[in-house]
Nanobody, 117 residues
């Protein structure tokens, strides 16, 4: 079964840190990414990493968040430092995989991150 399972969300005070994990199973993903959906807003890209380990970040998190990947564990991480209330959102893991003869987007179930002021 192809799936992504996130963990590590929670409640943290402004200025604090959290690390999100996303473990993949069933397939080796090419690019992987973290998205977030703040309350009442659309889902937005936070950070992504390719199979070649190139990384890309949203301007709002650059310098505070770090995406990394452990291929041996088939896991991608999002280290979030200096968290602010505006980082409050449901965070989703996303992976691109070749499935059934086409590239497919696979999504995790999401994990809630709440930053209190």
């Amino acid at each position: 079964q192809v799936q992504l399972v996130e963990s590590g969300g929670g409640l943290v005070q402004a200025g604090g840190s959290l690390r999100l994990s996303c473990t993949a199973s069933g397939v080796i993903f090419s690019a992987m990414a973290w998205y977030r959906q703040p309350p009442g807003n659309q889902r937005e890209l936070v950070a992504r990493t390719t199979s070649g380990r190139n990384t890309d970040y949203a301007a709002s998190v650059k310098g505070r968040f770090t995406i990394s990947r452990d291929s041996a564990k088939n896991t991608v991480y999002l280290q979030m430092n200096s968290l602010q209330p505006e980082d409050t959102a449901v965070y989703y893991c996303n992976g691109a995989a070749w499935l059934g003869g086409a590239w497919r987007d696979v999504w995790g179930q999401g994990t809630q991150v709440t930053v209190s002021s």
